[in-house]
């Protein structure tokens, strides 16, 4: 593909995530309103469900990427599990489903993007490669299903999943290219245009959102980066490591809340506000500026250690425990899993 035609590409598909947004809202207007409650982090009834507009707009764009053979087949599939993710999302911004279908779903759509990777059964990790067997497999599918209930978790104030999304797909686009090594199935242009994808939703959930994402879009964005991230680990593109380090402010956010509410003996699996960004969203009284802190560490922080996984991999430790320590401190100090506020 030519650089004009990846650049036009990626240009269509953030106008076209946004004009799908705008069409989205007008009927989530009338149809999914999303009403303040003790629980939540707005105060004026919004639409939500604009995740839709991304799913569409992507799913759209790695169809035809597929049919004019610019992505493999495989990675065709492999994304491809995120569509039924999406369906009980939507169906779940209706009206609520159980748990254990949601679970279910997830579930198998992992095992179905695992199959498609041909089983995950050994990990590289500080220069070494690991042997796991059908652990490897198992473990995989857990993190995917993590991943997904991970983004829902962290979507609770304006502006927040689309800056991550777009922060983390661009930084993993960016560490790709970086590299001598070529680029395998057209996973570099599947991450742009999910970031850009992101980018037309994100015009309308800035602060202050005029739209909500809803579970359609989170739940989809988080299969989507947790396959997209296998699928490089797999072929030795990009190590996951440097993917855990991305991800770094949603995985210990997420992780130190639900940790801390468990062993404080909450009831964890409940609805609540009480993870570090919302603590932050309260203290500083701006939703605008915890998503601006969230797009400055992921920039200044988190890319530059994952850089530094990438170039010297025999230190990926080092670098991982640079990236989570001081996040996790973080979270901690902003009162991460504790009622309150």
């Not at 610019?70 to 569509?83: D, K, P, R």
């Not at 994100?202 to 959102?209: E, M, S, V």
């Not at 009284?285 to 200044?300: E, F, Q, T």
């Not at 996984?309 to 996040?327: G, S």
Request: glycine residues 10%; proline residues 4%; charged residues 10%.
């Amino acid at each position: 593909m030519s650089l004009f035609l990846f650049g036009l590409l990626i240009v269509s598909v953030l106008l076209v995530s946004g004009v799908l947004t705008g069409a989205v809202r007008a009927y989530a207007a009338r149809r999914l309103l999303d009403l303040p409650n003790a629980r939540s982090s707005h105060h004026v009834p919004t639409p939500r469900g604009g995740g839709l507009a991304v799913v569409l707009s992507f799913m759209f764009v790695a169809t035809s990427l597929h049919e004019l053979e610019w992505i493999t087949f495989e990675l065709f599939m492999l994304v491809l599990g995120a569509v039924p993710i999406a369906a009980i999302g939507f169906w779940d911004d209706h009206g609520h489903i159980p748990a254990g279908w949601r679970l279910m779903v997830q579930m198998a759509s992992a095992g179905w993007a695992i199959y498609w990777l041909n089983g995950l059964e050994s990990i590289r990790f500080g220069g070494e490669i690991y042997e796991l067997g059908w652990f490897g497999s198992v473990f995989s599918v857990f993190l995917v299903v993590w991943l997904i209930n991970l983004f829902n978790f962290m979507d609770g104030i304006d502006g927040i999943a689309g800056t991550e999304v777009v922060s983390v797909a661009m930084s993993s686009y960016w560490l790709l290219v970086s590299q001598s090594q070529p680029i395998q199935g057209g996973v570099d242009v599947l991450l742009l245009t999910l970031a850009a994808a992101a980018g037309g939703f994100l015009c309308w959930n800035w602060p202050p959102a005029k739209i909500f994402m809803g579970d359609v879009g989170s739940a989809f964005l988080g299969f989507v980066l947790a396959a997209l991230a296998l699928s490089t680990a797999y072929t030795g593109m990009l190590s996951l490591t440097a993917w855990l380090i991305l991800f770094g402010v949603f995985f210990v956010d997420a992780t130190v809340t639900l940790l801390r509410r468990m062993f404080s003996g909450q009831r964890w699996y409940e609805a609540h506000r009480s993870h570090a960004y919302q603590h932050a969203a309260r203290r500083w009284a701006s939703h605008k500026r915890v998503s601006l802190s969230v797009l400055a560490i992921n920039a200044c922080w988190l890319l530059p250690l994952a850089f530094a996984a990438v170039r010297w991999p025999h230190w990926e430790p080092v670098f991982l425990a640079c990236a989570y320590t001081p996040l996790t401190a973080l979270a901690l100090w902003l009162d991460a899993g504790k009622q309150g506020g």
